[in-house]
């Protein structure tokens, strides 16, 4: 899901005049000649996930690059160059494979390629009846800081239905403000990757006005990837892209009353 979300709002701002957007899934084979020339894809039957756009397209050396960390071709605080190399990554940990087709002015195909199983598909089990998503209590207040306005949406309207005050910003320099404001926050649920202004320096300048201030990390790779081997301060946790709601509730109603953690 993560995947075909990041390639989908790559696919529309590669079409800023209109377009149209195609995901489309098939089985595929990718025999000995293919894997030959692709360092770590093994020949076999995989299931291909593509996202294709009618967009700007890419030139042979943006596509060389597309999946190194950090690199983009957005505008100054439009991307942070970290979607496709997740992906790649995800593709990767998945003993799958993802490739570009690209040709400049006719648009963008991005093709991920998951081993696909062979033999009976396992009967599914009744979801398990766990215990319920834990709630807001006592009227808490959560602020929000995603660039990402899906995703910001997303997350305030979990926290709203689960019966929080949600206060949203869509940049660090905005979340510092309201931080550094009067005003009762009981979490910040932050992500780290924020263009100018990232998570992590944006909290580090507001523990000065909220010396206590509790903080709940988004972030798409591993705790040594994000914060450089650093250790995380009291009251500051993280959860790791993509999570389920229920994991995502469970972590923030802990962080706010820690004794249930």
């Not at 100018?196 to 909290?203: A, F, K, P, Q, T």
Request: with cysteine; hydrophobic share 40%; glycine share 12%.
């Amino acid at each position: 899901e993560n995947a075909i979300l990041n390639l989908a709002i790559n696919a529309r701002d590669a079409m800023p005049e209109g377009g149209r957007l195609t995901i489309e899934t098939a089985n595929a084979h990718l025999d000995d000649s293919y894997v030959a020339s692709e360092i770590g894809v093994r020949a076999g039957q995989y299931v291909c996930v593509g996202v294709s756009d009618t967009g700007a397209g890419m030139p042979p050396e943006v596509i060389a690059r597309a999946f190194d960390p950090f690199f983009t071709t957005k505008p100054l605080g439009q991307g942070t160059g970290l979607g496709l190399s997740m992906i790649y990554g995800f593709a990767k940990q998945s003993d799958g494979h993802v490739r570009i087709y690209s040709e400049v002015g006719h648009g963008t195909t991005v093709k991920l390629y998951l081993p696909r199983h062979l033999g009976r598909a396992a009967d599914e089990s009744a979801p398990a009846k766990g215990l319920p998503v834990p709630r807001a209590e006592h009227g808490e207040t959560v602020l929000v800081v995603e660039d990402d306005s899906t995703v910001r949406a997303l997350i305030g309207e979990t926290l709203t239905e689960l019966g929080y005050r949600v206060i949203e910003a869509p940049d660090g320099q905005t979340g510092l403000r309201l931080l550094e404001a009067p005003g009762r926050i009981d979490l910040v649920v932050t992500d780290v990757g924020l263009p100018g202004l990232n998570g992590r320096r944006m909290i580090d300048e507001a523990l000065a006005a909220r010396p206590r201030l509790r903080v709940l990390f988004i972030t798409g790779y591993a705790e040594n990837a994000a914060f450089g081997n650093g250790h995380l301060a009291p009251g500051m946790r993280m959860i790791t892209k993509p999570f389920s709601i229920d994991a995502f509730a469970a972590k923030v109603r802990a962080m706010i009353e820690p004794g249930r953690d």
